[in-house]
């Protein structure tokens, strides 16, 4: 399994590989006000997929936050049941949320 990842790997590297010497042309991007920006092809297409990656994960931490802090609650509240139950911290019974 470990070589047929490695083997994946590598094909996906060739392809990107070829990709990008293929499409080495320059292009230009125009802003407002007559601002313009000439680079590669596959500059530009790595530096909007960085962006869009960045992005996305700043989209995705409100959620990973919230459900961090309602683990945190949830963990407290079942410490507080295991030691009104009479539970030791050595031994912990789940109870069943009613």
Request: hydrophobic share 55%; proline share 3%.
């Amino acid at each position: 399994m470990r070589y047929l990842t490695w083997l994946l790997r590598i094909v996906l590297f060739l392809v990107l590989l070829g990709f990008a010497v293929k499409n080495d042309q320059p292009v230009v991007l125009r802003y407002f006000f007559g601002y313009e920006w000439q680079s590669s092809l596959v500059v530009v297409l790595l530096l909007f997929f960085a962006m869009g990656v960045g992005i996305g994960m700043l989209a995705l931490l409100g959620n990973i936050f919230r459900q961090r802090r309602e683990i945190a609650v949830l963990k407290r509240e079942l410490r507080l049941k295991n030691k009104l139950a009479g539970v030791g911290d050595t031994q912990q019974v789940p109870i069943q949320p009613s």
